[in-house]
C-alpha cells in the first residue's frame, strides 16, 4: 500500500506516544515502527502548561520544538495524531492527557499504546492509569537517550551507604572511555579539573563575548508565539525576540557555535557572573538536550573531539564532560530509584512557605536577585551559579518550601523536567533530599556573589554588613540559617568551618541577626520591597 492509500482515521496497529520532552527521531519507540500500519500521538494540553504558572518562553519552546517534530515524522511519511492547543481554551480537545488520549482510543482503537518511559512519575502513572481505564496494552521502552538505565543505577547504588556522584562519574567515565588514555588514567592526568573551574573576571568583566547563535521563528513558531501570547498573557516571561533553537537542525547549530565561540573559556569561567550577561560561556543547550534535540553522547563527542584538536583546554573540556556524563546522569538515577518519596522530602523541616513575589516579576534591590531575575525572565534560562548560589541559595535561607521551589523552578526554566529538576532543585539547591546529591547544603554569605561578579559594586547592600541599614539579606539570612540549624550541621565535617564561624559570634550579634532576618522575612511576606 501506498502512502496516498493510508487512511488516517483507519485503526493503527500501534500507537506511538511522544510527549514534549520525547522529541528524539532515534527513540526505541521507532525500532519497529510500521508506517503503512502504526502511528504517533502527540498533544499539547492546557493542564500541563497551566498546573504551574509556566514562564511564556518555556510553553513556546515546547510546542514550537513539538510542532516541528510532527512536521519532520509526516515529512517522513508518518501519521501523526497531532492535538494543539488554540488561541481560545474552546478550542481545546481536553484539558489533560488523559481525557484527549481517551478520546482518541475511542476513535482509533489502537491495539496497543508504546512509549518511552517518561521523565516524570506523575505522567507515567496517569498514562498508565489511562491505557489500565481503556483496557488497552500499553509498552512501556526505555529511553535510550541516556548512558545509563535506571536499572543500571540501581544496580550500581545497591550496597551503598552514600551515593557519592564523584564516584559515579569515574566509573562512566572508564565504561565510556570517555576522555580515557590507553593506559586506563584520566585525560589530562586528573579526573576532575573543579579547581580551574572558578575564575572571576578582572574589572573590565568578559573581553569579546561572542553572543550566542540566535535562530529567527519560522512560520510554525510564530504561529506557536501568537497563541501563546493570546492564552497565557498573564504567564510570567517574555516572549521578545525569541531565538531559541527549535528543531534538531538549529539544536545541531547551537552546539556548533558553542564548541567554535565558547568552549574554550567556558571552564575558566563556569562559575563567574557579570551584570547583563546571562549567557557568559555556558553551553546553553540543557534545554534543546532535555527535550532530546540533542543526542547527549553527539554532543560529548564534539566537544572531546576539540580538546583533541588542540582547540579547547582540558578543563572546559572535563567540565562539560562531567555535567553532562556525570551530574545529569546521577541525578537522574537518583530521581528513579527514590520516587515517588523524595518528591516529599523535607529534611530542614520548612513550613509551607511559597517563593517571594520577586521570583515572579524580579521587583527587588538586590541588585544580583534583580539581574539574575531579568535574565530568567527574558530567556527562561539562567547558568548553574545564578540559579543555585543566588536563586536558589536565597529561597533556602529564606526557609522556601523545598517542593514550593521545585514548582517554582518548574515553571521558569526551559530545561526543567521532573527527573532533573527534583534533585537538582529540592535536592541540590534547597538541601531538602538530606543530602543524597549534596552532602551539605550550597551557602555562602554575600561575600560569595561579591567575588563571584560585579553586583554588590552597584548595589545598596553591602554584602559585608548582616546588620544595619545596609546590611546585605544574603549575609544577614546566611547567619540566621546557620544559627537556625547549627545542631543539624554541627557535626557535618564539611560544614566546620562555617559552624565555627558562626560559634565565633557573641549572642548580641546573633540576637540582631535574627532581628533583622524576621524584618527581611516580615517585609518580604507584606510584599514590602527588599
Ligand atoms: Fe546581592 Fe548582597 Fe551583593 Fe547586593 S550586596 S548584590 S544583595 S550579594
Known amino acids: 500500500m501506498s502512502r496516498n492509500d493510508f487512511n488516517p482515521e483507519k485503526r493503527p496497529h500501534h500507537l506511538i506516544l511522544i510527549l514534549g520532552d520525547q522529541l528524539d527521531h532515534q527513540a526505541a519507540v521507532f525500532d519497529d515502527f510500521d508506517p503503512d500500519a502504526d502511528a504517533l500521538w502527540m498533544a499539547e494540553n492546557a493542564n500541563e502548561a497551566t498546573h504551574v504558572w509556566c514562564h511564556k518562553r518555556r510553553l513556546a519552546f515546547f510546542f514550537a520544538a513539538m510542532r516541528h517534530f510532527r512536521d519532520e515524522q509526516r515529512e517522513r511519511g508518518r501519521i501523526v495524531h497531532y492535538h494543539a492547543l488554540g488561541r481560545r481554551p474552546s478550542d481545546d480537545r481536553g484539558k489533560d492527557f488523559a481525557e484527549i488520549l481517551t478520546k482518541d482510543v475511542h476513535r482509533l482503537h489502537p491495539d496497543k499504546l508504546i512509549l518511552t518511559r517518561p521523565g516524570d512519575l506523575r505522567v507515567l502513572q496517569m498514562l498508565q492509569d489511562t491505557a489500565a481505564d481503556l483496557d488497552?496494552?500499553?509498552?512501556?521502552?526505555?529511553?535510550?537517550?541516556?548512558f545509563v538505565t535506571s536499572d543500571a543505577f540501581s544496580d550500581w547504588a545497591d550496597g551503598k551507604k552514600d551515593l557519592v556522584m564523584e564516584h559515579f562519574y569515574r566509573a562512566q567515565r572508564r565504561r565510556t572511555g570517555l576522555l580515557m588514555r590507553e593506559d586506563g588514567k584520566p585525560e589530562g592526568g586528573a579526573w576532575n579539573f573543579d579547581e580551574d573551574n572558578r575564575k572571576t573576571f578582572s574589572k573590565e568583566g568578559p573581553i569579546d563575548l561572542p553572543s550566542p547563535r540566535r535562530f529567527r521563528p519560522d512560520e510554525v513558531t510564530r504561529t506557536v508565539l501568537d497563541m501563546v501570547e493570546a492564552r497565557f498573557a498573564d504567564h510570567p516571561g517574555s516572549l521578545?525576540?525569541?531565538?531559541?533553537?527549535?528543531?534538531?537542525?538549529?539544536?545541531?547549530?547551537?552546539?556548533r557555535d558553542f564548541v567554535s565561540k565558547r568552549l574554550s573559556r567556558f571552564g575558566d569561567y563556569e562559575d563567574a557572573m557579570w551584570c547583563g550577561e546571562t549567557t557568559l560561556y555556558h553551553s546553553r543547550l540543557s534545554a534543546a538536550m532535555n527535550v532530546k534535540l540533542l543526542d547527549p553522547k553527539f554532543c560529548l563527542d564534539k566537544v572531546v573531539a576539540a580538546y583533541e584538536k588542540?582547540?579547547?583546554?582540558?578543563?572546559?573540556?572535563?567540565?562539560?564532560?562531567?555535567?553532562?556524563?556525570?551530574?545529569?546522569?546521577?541525578?537522574?538515577?537518583?530521581?528513579?530509584?527514590?520516587?515517588?518519596?523524595?518528591?516529599?522530602?523535607?529534611?530542614?523541616?520548612?513550613?509551607?512557605?511559597?517563593?517571594?513575589?520577586?521570583?515572579?516579576?524580579?521587583?527587588?534591590?538586590?541588585?544580583?536577585?534583580?539581574?539574575c531575575m531579568a535574565g530568567l525572565l527574558q530567556h527562561a534560562w539562567t547558568h548553574h551559579i545564578p540559579r543555585l548560589m543566588v536563586l536558589g541559595q536565597f529561597a533556602m535561607l529564606?526557609?522556601?518550601?523545598?517542593?514550593?521551589?521545585h514548582t517554582w523552578h518548574m515553571a521558569m526554566y526551559l530545561d526543567a523536567v521532573d527527573w532533573?529538576?527534583?534533585?537538582?532543585a529540592l535536592g541540590?539547591?534547597?538541601?531538602?533530599?538530606?543530602?543524597?546529591?549534596?552532602?551539605?547544603?550550597?551557602?555562602?554569605?554575600?561575600?560569595?556573589i561579591d567575588r563571584m561578579g560585579n553586583y554588590c559594586r552597584n548595589c545598596c547592600y553591602n554584602p559585608k554588613h548582616a546588620t544595619g541599614e545596609d546590611a546585605c539579606p544574603f549575609t544577614t539570612l546566611y547567619w540566621d540559617f546557620l544559627a537556625r540549624h547549627h545542631q543539624r550541621f554541627a557535626d557535618n565535617t564539611r560544614m566546620t568551618f562555617q559552624v565555627r564561624n558562626l560559634e565565633r559570634k557573641s549572642e548580641d550579634d546573633l540576637q540582631a541577626i535574627r532581628k533583622q532576618a524576621d524584618h527581611i522575612s516580615e517585609c518580604i511576606n507584606k510584599g514590602i520591597r527588599v
Not at 513575589?357 to 539581574?371: E, R, Y
Open 240 to 255: 521578545d525576540g525569541f531565538d531559541l533553537p527549535v528543531t534538531h537542525d538549529e539544536a545541531l547549530a547551537a552546539l
Open 310 to 371: 588542540g582547540d579547547a583546554p582540558i578543563n572546559s573540556v572535563e567540565g562539560f564532560v562531567r555535567q553532562v556524563l556525570g551530574w545529569r546522569e546521577f541525578i537522574r538515577g537518583v530521581y528513579w530509584l527514590h520516587m515517588p518519596d523524595y518528591a516529599e522530602r523535607n529534611n530542614l523541616q520548612c513550613d509551607d512557605r511559597e517563593v517571594p513575589s520577586f521570583f515572579w516579576n524580579g521587583k527587588t534591590d538586590m541588585v544580583c536577585v534583580a539581574d
Open 420 to 424: 532533573v529538576s527534583l534533585p537538582n
Open 398 to 405: 529564606l526557609g522556601v518550601h523545598p517542593y514550593r521551589f
Open 136 to 146: 488497552v496494552q500499553l509498552e512501556i521502552r526505555e529511553d535510550r537517550h541516556f
Open 428 to 448: 541540590m539547591s534547597q538541601h531538602g533530599d538530606g543530602g543524597i546529591v549534596g552532602t551539605k547544603p550550597y551557602c555562602a554569605s554575600g561575600n560569595y
